[in-house]
């Protein structure tokens, strides 16, 4: 029997879903879109229209969940591990308290119905021995002060057969530029197993 690893990274607006099996390549990865910022042709439907902040946990946490549903009976129940992104506490955003809804929503939801404690992952974490003070000068040097060049840096070190899978669900599922990097970071949140 198989058993394969799921990370997810959560967020508002673009949230990664990666299955990896054993051997750590991409069984399966999607972007699970809620909250999107909507054009006038998406403003007759009602999954584009959120109101409050319990609209946006409920519409976010129902997606995700319903895709782990979907993907965990595809796969006949061989999920051996769920990794969570872990809330970053220390952020700006004023979002604080509806991404720590969506957060554990889906962790008690996920314990509840398929008896599966996810294991929280810090960013700091998962990311640590990948990324060198080189790297981030580097990658400064080629990118702009205000984008995500840690995530960046991930993106570069997935192999390239997964870097292909995860580049092909962005072209299809992609809200904006930066949508790739919710995929890599589920890649090494479900990669990561200490």
């Not at 990948?130 to 840690?150: A, F, V």
């Amino acid at each position: 029997m198989k058993n394969y690893k799921i990370g997810l990274d959560i967020a508002l607006r673009s949230n990664g879903l990666v299955i990896l099996n054993e051997d750590n390549t991409i069984k399966h990865a999607e972007l699970i879109q809620t909250v999107p910022s909507i054009t006038k042709k998406q403003e007759k439907d009602p999954r584009y229209i959120v109101r409050n902040e319990e609209e946006i946990i409920l519409t976010t946490s129902i997606e995700i969940y319903t895709a782990f549903r979907r993907i965990n009976d595809a796969s006949t129940n061989n999920i051996s591990n769920v990794n969570i992104e872990g809330l970053a506490l220390g952020a700006m955003s004023g979002h604080k308290d509806i991404m720590a809804g969506i957060h554990w929503y889906i962790r008690c939801m996920i314990l509840h119905d398929f008896n599966i404690k996810c294991k929280v992952v810090t960013p700091m974490a998962w990311r640590k021995g990948y990324i060198s003070n080189y790297d981030k000068l580097n990658y400064g040097l080629q990118y702009g002060i205000d984008d995500p060049i840690e995530k960046i840096i991930m993106y570069d070190k997935i192999p390239e057969n997964d870097k292909a899978i995860i580049d092909k669900v962005n072209s299809e599922q992609g809200l904006n530029k930066w949508s790739h990097l919710d995929l890599s970071d589920a890649y090494w949140i479900a990669r990561y197993s200490k």
